[in-house]
């Protein structure tokens, strides 16, 4: 893929307390927040996006008079595609980076490209199980595989790219290291995903809390490497910590983060509720408990496999504590009932 200067460069903000952000548009969901520091041996990215943005990560760089050169220190706070993916590729231009991330994650994924062939398997598994009419079905599964032709389509434009994901300092829970002259923290935050860690920025109380909040809601990809139960933990757990700023992976910096995460808590039991009481009026299915719990406008845009994955986690909750059951339908088709 050839790397080069896109028409619209994205804005390198200083939000204070030493930290940049940069805000790059993606296909397919909703733009990703790359925070930079700048340390006395090079830049400090935590995240660094889509294998797509690459040219608008560079751009950005050099409104400030920075290349892929002046990177020295890359961490990672979870291996979805919109926060990692551009490291297959960006490793090739940026020589002198280490790369941090869970180590489990450094140990268990390997090929990313084969990794996301997975994803994209239980992706389609949650539609099947979510729509019953066929030609829905048929049109939401080809327009799932058109989004992903395109990402692996962009990495097989480049020569440069290696699928083998790169961690050179894998992370456990609580760990502290010194990059570039600055001290950070590490948590080991799992529920939206398996491998999720929290960068901490000790001197200045910033929690990067990558994707455990986005916009005041969760995202929890049940199907795929998310659990209910480790994300409530991680939340509790989190309400002990000594944050001061909290800035997200996705939208704006969260204002009140103790706030916030007690209304994210408080909105999952609401949610929980509400499935219950649909299926106490009778039999419903996946799409329709989605439906009723986040609205239909979530069908456009990439938010619906997010969407459908948070409600059906409550759903294998629900039924791991009895309360409904699932009937399996063919083709995958699942519908839920309450216990009585």
Request: aromatic share 10%; proline share 4%.
């Amino acid at each position: 893929m050839k790397v080069t200067i896109p028409k619209r460069i994205p804005e390198m903000e200083d939000i204070g307390d030493g930290v940049f952000k940069i805000v790059l548009p993606q296909p397919f969901y909703a733009p990703n927040n790359i925070y930079l520091y700048e340390g006395n041996d090079g830049l400090i990215l935590i995240d660094s996006g889509y294998i797509e943005s690459i040219p608008m990560l560079q751009a950005s760089l050099k409104t400030r008079g920075f290349s892929f050169k002046d990177i020295r220190h890359i961490i990672y706070t979870h291996n979805h595609l919109d926060h990692i993916s551009s490291a297959l590729v960006l490793k090739s231009y940026a020589r002198n980076v280490t790369y941090y991330g869970y180590r489990a994650m450094a140990d268990g994924v390997g090929n990313y490209l084969e990794s996301m062939l997975l994803f994209e398997e239980a992706t389609e598994d949650l539609f099947h199980k979510a729509f019953g009419d066929k030609e829905e079905l048929a049109r939401i599964l080809a327009e799932s595989r058109k989004g992903w032709r395109q990402f692996f389509g962009k990495f097989g434009e480049t020569k440069k790219g290696d699928p083998v994901l790169r961690i050179d300092v894998p992370i456990d829970h609580n760990d502290s290291l010194e990059l570039g002259g600055r001290l950070f923290r590490f948590l080991y935050t799992p529920g939206h995903n398996l491998y999720h860690i929290t960068p901490v920025d000790p001197e200045s109380g910033i929690y990067f809390s990558g994707d455990l909040i986005i916009a005041n809601l969760t995202a929890i990809y049940s199907e795929m490497d998310g659990n209910l139960g480790d994300y409530y933990f991680t939340l509790s757990k989190l309400l002990e910590e000594p944050i001061k700023r909290m800035l997200p992976a996705h939208g704006s910096e969260i204002e009140d983060p103790k706030k916030t995460i007690t209304l994210v808590k408080k909105t999952l039991s609401i949610l929980e509720k509400g499935v219950l009481r649909r299926l106490r009026e009778g039999e419903s299915d996946l799409k329709v408990l989605m439906e009723a719990a986040i609205g239909k406008k979530v069908h456009n845009g990439g938010h619906l496999p997010t969407a459908l994955g948070l409600v059906y986690s409550i759903i294998q909750k629900l039924v791991l504590e009895g309360q409904i059951r699932i009937e399996k339908r063919d083709n995958g088709y699942e519908v839920f009932h309450i216990v009585s």
